[in-house]
């Protein structure tokens, strides 16, 4: 009976401690909880699946490797399908709730830009991988990205007109976070590029025809190219409308063009579209480097994986994680440490660029991220300029 006794005493103790440590947010028997908030599923997917695909793979990869420094990563997706609503749910349920080390995303800049003060507020590492630079700007202790900037793709876009003597467009963008913030860099850099945005419009994210807007600027002489800002399956709807009006105009999108099958869904009316993104898109026509072979090494692990091109959506979270297990290795378990960790991050490479935070930078990416890309044949390829 006293050995019953002992037994169960120490059982006790070991549920307590065990129930402890859980409440307290840390490591609990050598797991370390990492949450996501990813659109798997709606408008946004296009995003969101491919960065939930691209995380698994990553976290799968690392577990069996012995995870970081021993400690397993316990990975818990949510599916926001692309709603701020169900992003500031699952956020509070991840930190309340699951005492999450950290959350990775959300994919949109409307969801990341809801939960960036939950997640500072409940003192949680959030890697969003949302472009918005207000997401990082002003700076929120526990809140990085590792999507490239908005300015940097409307700088990256001006800079490509200008070289091509265009000075006189047109400004769409859907009625998303990363729509309308991405809309305010095209107004804001316009001057300095000697641009002139003789119209703007602004189409519902759900939009399944856009042919009466683009009847609007085509009977506008002046127009000399069209820049749609958009994340969502009407850019490619665009594209067809623009095309079926027998409008000729060039045809510029943001990096939320960046997927495959958006090309895929325009057909070809996406022929000789123009676009800001990262070289993962264009891995095999750089020139040998160590940069070159990290998005090979990804691109070809992706891709035999799961039996579809690589996006760069998914590099964001493939980078989120990259960036927060390279901390946890440097720095241990205790959050603030690793949050100083991220911080101190420098010279990291990863599908989106070398990334060098600081304490006044939390996306740690320039302008030289992006290149400029076009569809050529229903194919990327790297825009050269005339």
Request: glycine share 8%.
């Amino acid at each position: 009976m006293k050995i019953q006794l002992g037994c169960i005493h120490m059982w006790v103790w070991s549920l307590a401690l065990f129930v402890f440590m859980a409440c307290a947010g840390t490591v609990v028997a050598g797991t370390i909880k990492i949450g996501a908030i990813l659109a798997e599923t709606g408008p946004a997917s296009f995003l969101g699946a491919p960065e939930s695909r691209s995380l698994m793979m990553l976290v799968e990869q690392i577990n069996e490797q012995g995870g970081i420094n021993g400690n397993s990563i316990e990975l818990i997706v949510k599916d926001s399908q692309g709603s701020p609503e169900k992003a500031i749910s699952f956020a509070r349920q991840l930190i309340e709730e699951e005492k999450v080390f950290a959350i990775i995303g959300p994919s949109t800049s409307g969801e990341s830009l809801k939960i960036k003060k939950i997640c500072q507020d409940g003192k949680t590492i959030l890697i969003s991988c949302s472009a918005a630079e207000l997401i990082v700007n002003p700076v929120a202790p526990y809140v990085f990205k590792t999507a490239p900037s908005d300015s940097f793709a409307a700088r990256q876009i001006y800079s490509t007109m200008k070289t091509r003597g265009i000075s006189k467009i047109a400004v769409l963008a859907g009625n998303t976070g990363f729509g309308k913030a991405g809309k305010k860099q095209l107004e804001k850099y316009a001057d300095e590029y000697g641009v002139t945005i003789l119209a703007e419009e602004v189409y519902d994210k759900q939009s399944t025809d856009l042919s009466a807007v683009v009847a609007k600027l085509q009977a506008n002489p002046e127009i000399q190219a069209v820049v749609n800002w958009s994340v969502v399956p009407a850019q490619s709807i665009l594209a067809k409308n623009i095309r079926q009006a027998g409008w000729n105009v060039p045809l510029f999108q943001s990096h939320g063009f960046a997927n495959i099958k958006y090309v895929v869904a325009a057909g070809a009316a996406a022929e000789g579209i123009m676009f800001p993104a990262s070289r993962l898109l264009v891995a095999e026509e750089l020139e040998e480097s160590p940069v070159k072979q990290f998005l090979l090494n990804y691109k070809n692990s992706y891709e035999k994986r799961f039996k579809e091109e690589a996006s760069t959506f998914g590099g964001h979270t493939y980078d989120a994680m990259t960036i927060l297990a390279k901390a946890i290795e440097t720095a241990g378990t205790d959050k603030e440490k690793v949050r100083q960790a991220i911080e101190s991050t420098t010279g990291l490479i990863g599908t989106a660029g070398e990334f060098n935070f600081s304490t006044q930078d939390h996306n740690g990416l320039d302008m030289d991220t992006f290149v400029m890309l076009t569809v050529k044949d229903g194919k990327f390829t790297l825009l050269h300029n005339k």
